[in-house]
């Protein structure tokens, strides 16, 4: 029962982000995100200083693509050394369908980076979406979830998650406080990236779901 609830849970949060991304997507396509976009700019405006700007520029490293695929790398290889292939194609999965699709739609609308208003050097590739908000949160949120089934019993692993998602949120923001996306941008990246995490659980669970169901007859047998 406990694992239905779960799965539930889980494929509610799937549609749900799902369906914000087709939002975000439709108002993209209508020009109707010029208000939300404008609205960011000027907020973060009012609310730089010296510190924040310190700490974005640091934080928004996390988002990259260079410190994901080492983070991947290692957990990939570190996964196989323990035999836990599952997880090691579970992490190359949320990283690797990610970072093409991103890549792939980035292609498709074309958009231009926001410019006079950032505060490091503008990415080359296009803005629409952002590559930081819809790689880097499911790969995190992966990797808090595995961290706290790995720590369950332990009374602060309670805590993991939801101090990931802080985290993801705040590596997301990061782009459009220092200028390089638009608010939109992050909005949909993040969505969609959401929305493959809770995909990516899914399909998790129904396999270690399987995995239980063949190993439990070879135990009984055992046991007799």
């Known amino acids: 029962m406990r694992s239905r609830n779960n799965e539930t849970g889980l494929i509610a949060g799937a549609l749900l982000f799902a369906l914000f991304s087709v939002t ?54 570190g996964f196989y050394i323990k035999k836990q292939r599952d997880n090691a194609v579970m992490v190359f999965l949320t990283l690797g ?32 979406p952002s590559g930081h908000a819809m790689v880097g949160p499911a790969f995190y949120g992966m990797l808090a979830f595995l961290a706290t089934c790995w720590l369950q019993d332990r009374s602060w692993s309670r805590y993991v998650q939801p101090a990931a998602f802080i985290f993801i949120a705040l590596v997301a923001g990061s782009r459009v406080y220092l200028g390089v996306h638009f608010l939109s941008d992050v909005l949909t990246g993040l969505s969609l990236s959401l929305c493959w995490y809770f995909l990516v659980r899914i399909g998790y669970a129904r396999w270690k779901g399987r995995q239980h169901m063949v190993a439990a007859p070879t135990q009984q047998s055992q046991s007799r």
């Not at 020009?31 to 730089?48: C, G, H, K």
Request: no cysteine.
């Open 24 to 77: 975000m997507l439709i108002l993209y396509s209508r020009n109707a995100v010029s208000a939300m976009d404008e609205a960011a700019f000027f907020l973060v405006t009012a609310i730089r200083s010296d510190g924040l700007t310190a700490f974005f520029s640091f934080l928004t490293h996390f988002g990259g693509g260079t410190v994901l695929a080492v983070l991947g790398l290692i957990l990939v290889i």
């Open 97 to 128: 369908i990610s970072e093409i699709v991103n890549e792939v739609m980035k292609l498709v609308f074309a958009r231009a980076r926001p410019d006079g208003f950032h505060l490091i050097d503008l990415p080359t590739s296009f803005s629409f």
